[in-house]
């Protein structure tokens, strides 16, 4: 038996959802992926989704915060409309033959897939995104892209394509199920969904992610914040931000001072370090690697930088990770 087509168009007939969670996932990960479901059901009074958790064998899966989900095991599952798969961390050790195998399998059926968080990787290591467009987690993109060159990856906070469905992480997720809601029982109904959440995002696929969160952002600081974290590797100028963002440099100062308290200088710095960090400890990139990476030009500016910003030298907190420290 053949999964719905399109799961997008208006319906009211009830979406058969499957729920894959994975070990070491997020709570509010999961979260997104299922409580705008049942807000959904709730809300319109009818079972509108009917869903059910799967795990990689059948045994609990024990996500971060603790929590144990129950599911019968993937290779057990038959058919459904659409499959969520939520991970997390050590994405390594969930990719595994026997869950590529099941993804491929379920996918075949012709059932939309959705990845959430570090959903979308494993999507992509069992072949199931490929000559796709898709997202992920802002940290994994580049090497996403880089691995995967039969995906088109974006950088937008959500993204749909055809029967495939991609989060970056667990607030995009809550955008990209409001979407499916919308599209399939209706606008009014995704409204008083985000309502009961107090959720005032508006779920566009087209909205890319940004690294920062700062609440205080305006949407013009935002946006300038969204370029910078676009162009680490090559920093703007202030006027050149400005320019590209249809402003002036003095407006971007006296913004960036009245709303995050800092100057659009010190605000592309501390984002061009933090990258530095996150690559210094996630990943094996040479030093000279990272710091050309986030615009430095020589390692002796990236390494004052660096010391400055986090009180302790790249080369140590490498060494100590290698001890084990």
């Avoid at 869903?51 to 058919?79: E, F, I, K, N």
């Amino acid at each position: 038996m053949k999964s719905a087509k399109n799961i997008f168009e208006a319906s009211s007939r009830p979406l058969n959802v499957a729920v894959l969670v994975l070990d070491d996932s997020n709570t509010l990960s999961f979260a997104a992926g299922v409580d705008p479901m049942r807000a959904a059901n709730r809300m319109s009074g009818r079972r509108l989704f009917d869903w059910q958790y799967v795990t990689a064998t059948g045994d609990s899966a024990l996500l971060t915060s603790g929590l144990a989900v129950p599911g019968q095991a993937l290779s057990r599952l038959q058919r459904c409309d659409l499959l969520i798969v939520i991970a997390g961390f050590r994405l390594h050790t969930h990719d595994t033959p026997a869950l590529r195998a099941g993804l491929r399998r379920i996918a075949a059926t012709g059932a939309t897939l959705a990845g959430i968080d570090g959903g979308p990787w494993l999507m992509a290591e069992a072949g199931v995104l490929d000559h796709f467009t898709a997202t992920t987690h802002w940290e994994d993109l580049e090497t996403f892209a880089s691995r995967f060159p039969d995906i088109t990856t974006v950088r937008n906070r959500f993204h749909v394509d055809r029967t495939r469905m991609t989060s970056g992480g667990a607030t995009p997720a809550i955008d990209m199920m409001l979407h499916l809601i919308k599209c399939r029982y209706g606008d009014a109904l995704a409204a008083r969904v985000a309502g009961a959440f107090i959720y005032d995002s508006a779920p566009d696929p087209s909205r890319t992610q940004s690294r920062s969160g700062n609440p205080g952002h305006t949407a013009l600081t935002a946006r300038v914040s969204a370029l910078m974290e676009q162009t680490l590797d090559t920093p703007l100028t202030i006027p050149e931000l400005a320019r590209q963002t249809g402003t002036s440099p003095r407006t971007l100062q006296t913004l960036f001072r009245a709303r995050l308290n800092t100057t659009p200088k010190a605000h592309y710095l501390s984002l061009r370090l933090a990258e530095a960090m996150r690559l210094v400890r996630d990943t094996d990139m040479p030093l000279l690697d990272v710091a050309l990476a986030t615009g430095f030009g020589s390692a002796a500016a990236f390494a004052r930088a660096f010391q400055l910003a986090h009180g302790q030298s790249a080369r140590a907190i490498r060494r100590v990770q290698r001890n084990g420290a």
